[in-house]
């Protein structure tokens, strides 16, 4: 079995506003492998970025703050680290990668430049080192003529081109852990077909430890070991890829309703039912299942009691009263 890298034990991260206590994150608890890829998925706004965010100290303080919880690497609880022992694990140990590749570069610096400073902010590397390694780096994520590239502007390459640059950046201190949230959602059908492709040989080559962030489920089947479904804040399901996929009986009602409407890597927008109702209040939330108002399956329970994990097989749990003593078995 392999060894846990990283593991999310009850988190909860709130946003404290005037109009009240948004439960972004609420109660949520996985565990990130070594050389595995999870991928966190679920519809907007359902907390999967505001995890990220926690695991790296980068939850805007107010209006946002951890409440309760670990998040425990490498024998440190990250909740409580230091700031300074935090600067470190970010970017050196950790590192993300955004949505939006655009406005994560910096417009007025080279790609090139970009990457010999994060790698000599992290290491004692001179600056002829740094630039070599850049243009290493450049290579491996498939970047043509990298040498060339490197003295580019970010708003001279392609949007494919720039996600591959951040990709790069974020290796530069070949961190243990990478986070990529959405590292797809702007790029067209080919070029996801081709980032999901350095992250499967990142993850090969270098054994790094991937946190794949994503709204479409299509993704989870091309990159992922395991799948943690989120929604409203909380964790629903979680299961390995295979299990998930090919054992429907098992499924979460909110999972199967993302397999049915979200996009795979090949198909088409235009023909995709979306699920029905909207994603409740994090404010004031609904009573007992959060996903009630929307469930087919609801039975009276669901809107009395929140459902407890059950571990429906070996790895796999679902928080479902159609799985628990309570509820009715399907
Ligand atoms: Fe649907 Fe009830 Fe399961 Fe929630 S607990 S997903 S409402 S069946």
Same mark, same amino acid.
């Given at each position: 079995?392999?060894?846990?890298?990283?593991?999310?034990?009850n988190l909860?991260?709130?946003?404290?506003?005037?109009?009240?206590?948004v439960?972004?994150?609420?109660?949520?608890?996985?565990?990130?492998?070594?050389?595995?890829?999870l991928?966190?998925v679920?519809?907007?706004?359902c907390g999967?970025t505001v995890t990220?965010?926690?695991?790296l100290?980068?939850?805007?303080?107010?209006?946002?703050?951890?409440?309760?919880?670990?998040?425990?690497y490498d024998?440190?609880?990250?909740?409580s680290?230091l700031?300074?022992r935090?600067?470190?694990?970010?970017?050196?140990?950790?590192a993300?990668?955004?949505?939006?590749?655009?406005?994560?570069?910096?417009?007025?610096?080279?790609?090139?430049d970009?990457i010999v400073?994060?790698?000599?902010?992290?290491?004692?590397?001179?600056?002829?080192?740094?630039?070599e390694m850049?243009?290493?780096l450049?290579k491996?994520?498939?970047?043509?003529s990298?040498?060339?590239?490197?003295?580019y502007?970010?708003?001279?390459?392609?949007?494919?081109?720039r996600q591959r640059?951040?990709?790069?950046?974020?290796?530069?201190? +070949? @961190?243990?852990?990478?986070?990529a949230?959405? /590292?797809t959602? &702007?790029v067209d059908?080919? #070029?996801?077909?081709q980032?999901l492709?350095?992250?499967?040989?990142?993850k090969?080559?270098?054994?790094i430890?991937l946190l794949?962030?994503?709204?479409?489920?299509?993704?989870?089947?091309e990159?992922?070991?395991?799948?943690a479904v989120?929604?409203?804040?909380?964790?629903?399901?979680i299961?390995?890829?295979?299990?998930?996929l090919?054992n429907?009986?098992?499924?979460?009602p909110?999972?199967?309703?993302?397999?049915?409407c979200?996009?795979?890597i090949?198909q088409?927008?235009?023909?995709?039912e979306?699920?029905?109702?909207t994603?409740p209040?994090?404010? +004031? @939330?609904?009573?007992?299942?959060?996903?009630? /108002?929307r469930? &087919?399956k609801?039975?009276? #329970?669901?809107?009395?009691?929140?459902?407890p994990?059950v571990n429906?097989?070996?790895?796999?749990t679902v928080?479902?009263?159609l799985y628990?003593?309570?509820?009715?078995?399907?």
């Amino acid at each position: 079995m392999k060894e846990t890298i990283l593991s999310v034990r009850n988190l909860k991260t709130y946003f404290f506003t005037r109009r009240g206590t948004v439960r972004a994150v609420d109660d949520v608890d996985f565990e990130l492998k070594k050389g595995e890829c999870l991928c966190l998925v679920g519809e907007s706004g359902c907390g999967k970025t505001v995890t990220a965010l926690s695991i790296l100290g980068l939850v805007d303080r107010p209006p946002g703050r951890i409440v309760g919880g670990e998040i425990n690497y490498d024998g440190i609880n990250l909740v409580s680290c230091l700031p300074a022992r935090m600067r470190q694990i970010r970017g050196r140990e950790i590192a993300m990668i955004f949505q939006d590749a655009q406005s994560a570069l910096n417009p007025v610096f080279t790609i090139g430049d970009q990457i010999v400073e994060q790698i000599k902010l992290h290491s004692e590397k001179s600056h002829r080192q740094a630039r070599e390694m850049a243009i290493d780096l450049l290579k491996e994520v498939g970047i043509p003529s990298p040498d060339e590239a490197a003295s580019y502007y970010p708003h001279q390459l392609s949007g494919g081109m720039r996600q591959r640059a951040m990709i790069a950046m974020s290796l530069s201190c +070949d @961190p243990r852990i990478l986070i990529a949230d959405e /590292p797809t959602t &702007a790029v067209d059908v080919t #070029i996801k077909a081709q980032i999901l492709d350095i992250f499967q040989r990142l993850k090969e080559s270098r054994q790094i430890s991937l946190l794949f962030i994503t709204h479409e489920m299509g993704l989870v089947s091309e990159i992922g070991d395991r799948v943690a479904v989120m929604y409203a804040g909380k964790i629903v399901e979680i299961a390995s890829v295979t299990e998930l996929l090919t054992n429907p009986i098992f499924q979460h009602p909110y999972t199967s309703s993302l397999i049915k409407c979200l996009p795979g890597i090949t198909q088409e927008r235009e023909r995709l039912e979306s699920i029905p109702g909207t994603v409740p209040s994090l404010i +004031d @939330p609904p009573s007992g299942c959060l996903f009630h /108002p929307r469930c &087919a399956k609801a039975m009276a #329970i669901c809107r009395e009691k929140e459902p407890p994990p059950v571990n429906v097989t070996k790895g796999h749990t679902v928080f479902c009263h159609l799985y628990s003593a309570q509820g009715m078995k399907k």
